[in-house]
């Protein structure tokens, strides 16, 4: 199992980037899949998680997106009107084990894989 996340940078207050977390060694249809997101100096945060259900962080439910395309094997994570303190690594996870429990999903010790995350930084 392998997780190749991309699409972060040096990106505008206000932008709306799309970060892409390329799957291999598995159906991505068949795991749990989540995106975190670490700013420094803090602890890993969770942004979203898919799991035939969506659930997002409720301080950043309305601007962050997560989607899969199965053609592709890959999860995206939208971000729309980016602010100074989305500045972060981005990091996608995986995990074979599906729920629908929303506090399970949103914990980082549900996820056993883990891509080596996508920098995004917000210029104001």
């Known amino acids: 199992v392998q997780l190749q996340a991309s699409g972060g940078g040096l990106v505008r207050a206000g932008g709306s980037p799309r970060l892409s977390c390329a799957a291999s060694g598995f159906i991505l249809s068949e795991y749990a899949m989540a995106w975190f997101r670490q700013a420094p100096g803090q602890e890993r945060e969770f942004v979203a998680a898919m799991a035939g259900v969506t659930h997002y962080a409720e301080s950043l439910k309305g601007r962050f997106t997560i989607s899969g395309d199965d053609a592709k094997n890959t999860v995206y994570l939208q971000v729309n009107d980016l602010k100074p303190e989305d500045t972060a690594v981005y990091y996608c996870?995986?995990?074979?084990?599906?729920?629908?429990?929303?506090?399970?999903?949103?914990?980082?010790?549900?996820?056993?894989?883990w891509g080596q995350g996508t920098l995004v930084t917000v210029s104001s």
């Open positions: 996870a995986a995990d074979w084990y599906h729920t629908s429990n929303r506090y399970r999903m949103s914990m980082a010790n549900s996820y056993e894989y």
